[in-house]
């Protein structure tokens, strides 16, 4: 085969390879949405939320090893795993956003464009578990975007996670351990693509992790309304994970630890405000 026909096949694949990941993402709104519609469940089934939740998740893994025609590595496991539990936190942020179930016409249409940024999100997450799937075959020039969505996916997972937590009235003995899981879980996912050695991964994932903690337990317990709190430790993951980058200069490092500290006094002055 020469070069020109090289050039074509690889065209070919990954048009072939788009056009399954926008069909997969609009397939996974468009179920979100029959699912939200059909809903016959109150609050007394709340687990049912997560018992889809779940499904969502290994639907969307299972679906992304089709989607990248199963040529895929161990490795590739835990940047599939990511794109899967951004899916299912966006399943949980709608349905504990949007609880019950849907009677008023605006609410159905609040719903839909909530929906359409909902695709352009699964869209963006499938296409960097592509980049980062690819990576692991051959060297490709968007590996640093890829990392960037990483960084803002992981941000709203953070939230939407933290926020269902919340809004589903978890006792505290139960809240603290799902919600310090899932924020190891989220930080771990992202820090792994940043490439650090084994060490400094788990250094970083701990301190992260243990980081946001502290930041929701002071939000929480401040008494603040769910959305206000949601937004402290999801703050707490941008400061922890964007506050020193290795190219940082002692300098910058610096300046970044001023600036976020700022931001996060902000952020805690607005939850106190909100509770006044």
Not at 1 to 26: A, C, H, Q, W, Y
Not at 65 to 85: D, E, M, N, T
Not at 153 to 176: E, H, K, Q, R, W
Request: aromatic fraction near 18%; hydrophobic fraction near 55%.
């Amino acid at each position: 085969m020469n070069k020109i026909e090289t050039i074509t096949t690889n065209e070919n694949i990954d048009t072939e390879k788009r056009g399954r990941i926008v069909f997969f993402s609009l397939l996974i709104t468009f179920s979100i949405f029959i699912i939200k519609m059909s809903q016959d469940w109150g609050v007394d089934k709340a687990w049912m939320s997560y018992v889809i939740a779940l499904a969502y998740f290994f639907i969307a893994f299972v679906g992304l090893i089709w989607v990248f025609s199963f040529q895929i590595r161990l490795k590739s496991i835990p940047c599939l795993a990511q794109s899967a539990l951004f899916v299912a936190s966006e399943f949980l942020f709608v349905e504990m956003f949007f609880f019950e179930k849907l009677d008023r016409i605006y609410e159905a249409v609040l719903l839909l464009v909530i929906l359409g940024v909902i695709w352009i999100a699964t869209y963006v997450s499938f296409l960097m578990a592509n980049i980062f799937n690819v990576g692991l075959y051959k060297d490709i020039p968007l590996e640093q975007v890829a990392r960037t969505a990483s960084y803002i996916l992981s941000l709203f997972m953070v939230y939407f996670f933290t926020f269902t937590f919340l809004a589903n009235g978890m006792n505290l003995y139960i809240l603290l351990p799902v919600i310090l899981l899932s924020y190891f879980a989220i930080s771990a996912m992202h820090i792994r693509n940043l490439e650090f050695e084994k060490k400094d991964f788990w250094r970083r994932t701990i301190l992260t992790s243990f980081i946001m903690l502290v930041l929701f337990l002071g939000s929480f317990l401040i008494g603040s309304k769910h959305e206000f709190v949601s937004i402290v430790p999801t703050v707490g993951f941008f400061v922890s994970i964007g506050g020193v980058s290795k190219s940082a200069t002692e300098r910058e490092s610096k300046m970044n630890i001023i600036l976020y500290g700022l931001i996060l006094l902000v952020v805690f002055a607005v939850n106190i405000w909100s509770n006044l």
